[in-house]
Each structure stands twice: as C-alpha cells, then as structure tokens.
C-alpha cells in the first residue's frame, strides 16, 4: 500500500493562475490523473458542488480551477494562455508519457529547445495550453550563447 502524502503546507503565494472551467470536478480529475498535480483543497458551493479547487505541481506552483459564476458560457476558454510549470522532481519525458498514458494528445512532443531547456506542450480539457519545462540541458551554458542560439546565430 502507497505511504499516505503528507498534508498539504500552507504559505503565502507570490502569484498563482485561476482557471475559470467548464466542468470543475473533470477538469480537477483530469489535472491531478493525467499529469499528477496535488490536490490542496475544495471550496463547496450551494448544493455542495465545489466552486473553487486548489491544486499543486510544485511548490509555489499552484493552481486555481474554479466553475463559472452565472449562466453557462460556451464560448471558447483558453485561447491564447499558456501556463509554464517547471519540472523539478523526474523528467519532462515522464510527464509526457503519463499524460499519453491516460490518453492524452500532446500539443508538442519532449523536445531540446535552442534556450537550454527542455519542454513539451498539452491542452487541458478547456484550451488552456500548458507547458512542462526543465533545463539547464547543457549545464554551464552562459546566458549570451543561449540568447545567441534562440536567434539562430549561434552554435
């Protein structure tokens, strides 16, 4: 049997993204099976049904789902945002394939990036595109190589 995670610590956050979703509880479900965020905690609303989720990738790398307040909105939702998440613990390609491993399309595949990282893409249930980066890729790169190479003038 899995050891039980610890509880969740508490401290103040410098910045965190809220999400305004569809489906709170899928798109909850979908961020913590298919690609391992943590759940914090749930905000119920009237009913019982939750009107905010608390999620983690890392620390201070928190996430705010919460369900639309009026009447229901089709309109598209994510487009043209996208949230960085640094990969601390593991590898990006781990990431990916647990996502691929629950069914996922991945926007981008794993991929060495001119800037010394590695990173790869993938749409939430609602458009929201995100991105799983680590790096440095070549330790001890300086930064004026690195820029060099992003431009394309650069070895």
């Known amino acids: 049997m899995p050891e039980p995670l610890p ?3 508490f401290y103040p956050m410098p910045a965190f993204p809220t999400l305004t979703v569809r489906d709170i509880e899928a798109s909850a479900r979908w961020y913590q099976e298919v690609l391992g965020f943590r759940h914090i905690f749930t905000i119920p609303g009237p009913g019982g049904g939750p009107v905010l989720v608390h999620l983690r990738w890392t620390r201070y790398g928190d996430l705010l789902l919460r369900r639309p307040m009026g009447p229901p909105d ?7 945002i996208n949230l960085s998440f640094a990969v601390f613990e593991g590898r990006v390609d781990d990431v990916a394939e647990r996502a691929r491993a629950h069914g996922a399309h991945l926007e981008t595949e794993p991929r060495n ?3 010394n990282a ?3 893409s993938i749409r939430d249930p609602d458009g929201f595109l995100l991105t799983f980066t680590q790096g440095p890729v070549e330790e001890g790169l300086g930064m004026d190589r690195v820029i060099q190479r992003s431009m394309g003038t650069g070895p």
């Not at 089709?74 to 043209?80: I, S």
């Open 113 to 115: 990036q001119p800037w």
């Open 7 to 9: 509880a969740p610590e």
């Open 118 to 120: 590695r990173d790869f």
């Open 74 to 80: 089709d309109r598209p939702r994510g487009v043209g």
